[in-house]
């Protein structure tokens, strides 16, 4: 993918090959080279740069205005047509500059002065990949608000916890998904910190060693929104860092995204939740059977994720300096990568928002397995034993062949403390602390379980949310605000 190719300098030639001189222009290998037809991904980043890139040349004086104003339109007419119509090439850029040159003419070559396809093609892909890890960042929003509103509707809701998926601690359903709410919380932040340093314009670097002419580098990222210029030109034409970050931080985010969706295909499995018929599917041959076919999915594409953090790693490990080849290879992970995510948190949303929880189930299992013996534990502390000899009683109570746990601990407490427990502790508190709401009531300590706590935790995790949407939004508003400008400054020459 995606228009990589050998050094490009200025152009003024026909419409026929308008890079590669006749010697090099056929051959068997032509189409394996060629990569237009993957490049319909950057088609229109490719016009905007193309259009800044021209009107920023014709302010500096390198190119007439006429000239500016006829390629400025080709483009428009380009664009209208689309990319299924550019003419045959080696990448998107070139089928893009010859079709401008049979509009225009010879002077349709000049809108590559002052620039190689290797800034060119950079710049393109940062251009369409903030786009895309914008559209990323907004599915990581939605379904952190999901999880918060399920946290809000089940902040009392007790459930068995695991560990080691045995059952271990009564905790509640909010506790639950405000823990996966804090994890996307972090998967948000880390795309925002890639967005970044992606937001960086290359444009200018020319194929490696900058160029002969007074181009305005800043002024050509603002036409297009970045923040900022990549200074050093080697830098800007060949580092593709922004890249690998980025995919990484994506296969972060669907290792996140597989273990909500285990989650839940456990709990569905056990009957605490019922997933919407939406998100599920039956059995070509059982019909009553109810899968959860698509978070089964969203599991598997953390494996895909992490599969294009490998091949980019690999293809970027071993190349020199400046450009290469290879790199063309490169730019198709962050894209496969960015849509497989984003389509797996978007149906991860809307199962988790669409769930049915069996909460009359879930109270029932929460106690299973002794699973309050930890609360226990820490009221016979609390009132003066050493943790490891309450520990022991506790231990010894789970061991008794006995569905009454009370009667358990009594007899544990004479075995292990040779006096009766209620020397050292209220029976009636023994008794509450055998309760898996009073156990998760009782557990308010900071990020605790306890409905109080899961309040507050509601409270940070609503003020995270909204501070994140409203960087979002202003990252959102400043493209935007970036394309009137460009669109403004066209108009001045068509």
Known sequence: MTGENADGGNADGNSEGVV????????????????????????????????????????????????????????????????????????????????????VGPDGGKMHTARSRNDEVATCIRYRLREDVLSAIETTLALRETLLEVADEHAETTMPGYTHLQPAQPITVGHWALSYENAVRRDTAR????????????????????????????????????????????????????????????????????????????????????????????????PQKKNPDTLELVRAVAGDAAGEVQGLTTTLKGLPRAYNRDLQRATTHAWEAVDAVRDAAEVTAGA?????????????????????????????????????????????????????????????AAEVLGEPLESYVDPAAVEAALDPAESVASRDSKGGPAPSTVRDQLESGRQALEADREEFDDLEDRLASAHALLRQEVGAYV
Do not use: C
Not at 370 to 381: E, I, K, M, P, W
Not at 385 to 406: C, G, I, K
């Open 20 to 103: 590669r001189r006749e010697r090099f222009s056929s051959g068997p290998a032509r189409s394996f080279l060629s990569s237009l037809e993957a490049d319909a991904r950057i088609f229109e980043a490719d016009l905007e740069v193309d259009r800044a890139h021209v009107v920023m040349l014709a302010e500096r004086g390198i190119i007439e205005p006429t000239v500016a104003g006829d390629i400025l339109t080709a483009l428009d007419a380009i664009e209208v047509e689309g990319h299924e119509n550019l003419p045959d090439g080696e990448d998107v850029h070139e089928a893009i500059e010859t079709a401008v040159i049979e509009q």
């Open 191 to 286: 795309l925002l910190d890639a967005y970044g340093r992606i937001n960086q314009s290359p444009l200018g670097g020319a194929a490696f060693a900058g160029t002969t002419f007074d181009i305005d580098r800043e002024r050509t990222a603002d036409l297009l929104g970045f923040d900022s210029v990549l200074e050093n030109s080697m830098d800007a034409s060949s580092s593709r860092d922004f890249l690998l970050e980025t995919t990484q931080t994506l296969s972060t985010h669907a290792t996140t995204l597989s273990g909500l969706a285990e989650d839940v295909i456990i709990f569905a499995n056990r009957g605490f939740v019922s997933l919407s018929d939406d998100y599920s599917s039956t059995s070509s041959i059982m």
């Open 352 to 412: 988790v928002a669409t769930a049915d929880w069996n909460e009359a189930e879930l109270a029932d299992e929460a106690g299973a397995g002794f699973s309050t013996a930890t609360g226990v534990a820490d009221l016979l502390a609390a009132n003066g034993l050493p943790f490891r000899t309450a520990h022991e009683v506790v231990a010894r109570a789970a061991e008794a062949d006995t569905d009454d746990e009370f009667e358990a601990v009594e007899a544990a």
